[in-house]
């Protein structure tokens, strides 16, 4: 007589695997956790200091693995010009008064201005402190500082001023200038906001619809998003390898330590002003954050960033539509600390020695610059260059730190929207105050 089979079993396992799906399914930073750490393992495989593969078909695979997350950035970059114009417009139109939204865009600047002025003042700190460049420097023969910084040409503050104005809005858009993009939105949105509204309706009326056809696009570009930190972090890794790291080994840790006091101190700032669990605020906006650290892209993080602070942390939307977007080009204290701890490096490297007048000049030019510069990746070193070049430091030692730079800048990006997020959350009721 042959033994019935259990009824129970596969419909059990089918059971099992439709619930992993759906839990999985319904959870982004799932997803991209996964596909953060597959394409940690992949990377790695294909690395040079494992040698399994052939170093070109290494490098073709990796650009192969790259193509979702190219695609991802890709459609993001195509819409990112109306949707933040569109946010901020909406955001500022959304319920408030000019005076109430003065309150809002006040203590957003006052927010960036101190974080970023924080971020710099415990980069420089770092960096002279801990002093990463002064080994580099003994083993290669250069005596610690031979010569003074120089001082950098006094910027020339009155055209500084008049040239924030964007006077040829289509050269902004068509040289993506997010700073002026974002100005012109600011202008746009306070005239908006004490325009007639009955003559301004249908333009408001078909703002809304380009927002609704963007923010499609955008949820069609989501679908790509674990896919894109999957091929994105196999790319990086396969190409530069893990071991790039271990020669800039005290640099790489006197940045990640600088950022990790400065992510202590937005969830300190959450957990004191905001009054939200520490852990909990951490857990709701992980998926933003595991995002931000695989496109290296503040900008391209925005709509999820909008959508996690109205969803998940209780943002009314006027307020994440206005703070998000404005944040995601003006907060990025995380790059201001990276590159204070970049410029000591590089004039310990080159024997510069950095006086104190020297190091607050650097403090004040990196609130400025950080303000000043789009959120998208690699932009830290681009300005980093012209600092530098500024203060009379030899800018050769950038060849070096370029080759940790992608790393360096996947956890800085993840600072600077936890910054974004950290300052919506603070904000979120000043529309009623
Ligand atoms: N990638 C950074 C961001 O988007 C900017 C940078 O530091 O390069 O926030």
């Not at 033994?3 to 059990?12: D, E, G, I, L, N």
């Not at 109430?100 to 974080?115: H, I, P, S, Y």
């Not at 000043?372 to 800018?395: K, M, S």
Request: proline share 5%; aromatic share 6%.
């Amino acid at each position: 007589m042959s033994t019935p089979m259990h009824p129970a079993t596969p419909f059990r396992l089918r059971d099992l695997q439709w619930q992993v799906r759906s839990w999985f399914g319904t959870r982004l930073w799932a997803q991209v956790l996964l596909g953060l750490c597959l394409g940690i393992a992949v990377g790695a495989a294909l690395s040079p200091e494992v040698g399994w593969v052939d170093r070109r078909a290494a490098v073709t695979a990796g650009a192969w693995l790259a193509v979702p997350g190219r695609l991802f950035l890709a459609i993001i970059g195509m819409v990112l010009v109306p949707l933040v114009m569109i946010s901020i417009i909406k955001g500022m139109l959304g319920g408030g008064s000019m005076a109430q939204l003065r309150t809002v865009g006040l203590r957003l600047l006052l927010f960036v201005t101190l974080t970023t002025g924080l971020g710099a003042g415990l980069g420089v700190l770092l960096g002279q402190g801990i002093a990463p460049g002064a080994g580099i420097a003994a083993a290669n023969g250069t005596t610690a500082a031979r010569q003074t910084a120089q001082r950098p040409p006094t910027p020339d503050l009155p055209s500084l001023i008049v040239n924030l104005v964007p006077s040829n809005p289509q050269a902004a858009l068509a040289e993506r200038d997010m700073l002026a993009i974002v100005i012109l939105a600011l202008f746009l949105g306070a005239a908006a906001l004490v325009a007639d509204r009955t003559k301004t309706a249908p333009f408001l009326g078909a703002l809304d619809g380009l927002l609704e056809i963007s923010m499609t696009l955008v949820k069609w570009a989501m679908y790509l998003a674990p896919w894109a930190v999957f091929g994105l972090l196999a790319d990086v890794i396969a190409r530069s390898g893990l071991v790039a790291v271990a020669g800039l080994t005290t640099y790489v840790l006197t940045v990640l330590a600088g950022l990790l006091a400065l992510m202590l101190l937005y969830v300190l700032i959450v957990t004191v002003f905001a009054r939200r669990h520490p852990v909990d605020f951490l857990r709701r906006i992980s998926g933003v954050m595991l995002l931000a650290f695989s496109t290296s892209s503040s900008a391209a993080v925005i709509p999820l960033s909008i959508d996690t602070a109205v969803r998940n942390l209780e943002v009314p939307e006027s307020i994440a539509n206005f703070t998000i977007p404005l944040g995601a080009t003006i907060n990025m204290a995380g790059t201001a600390l990276y590159q204070a701890v970049a410029v000591c490096f590089l004039a310990q490297l080159s024997g510069v020695a950095l006086t104190p007048e020297s190091l607050a000049t650097i403090v004040l030019t990196l609130i400025v610059t950080s303000i000043g510069a789009p959120g998208t990746p690699g932009v830290g070193i681009v300005i980093l260059a012209n600092i530098v070049t500024g203060f009379g430091i030899p800018t050769t030692g950038i060849a070096l730190i370029l080759g940790v730079d992608r790393l360096l800048d996947m956890f800085r990006t993840t600072v600077n929207v936890t910054g974004d997020l950290t300052v919506s959350v603070l904000l979120r009721n000043a529309r009623r105050d």
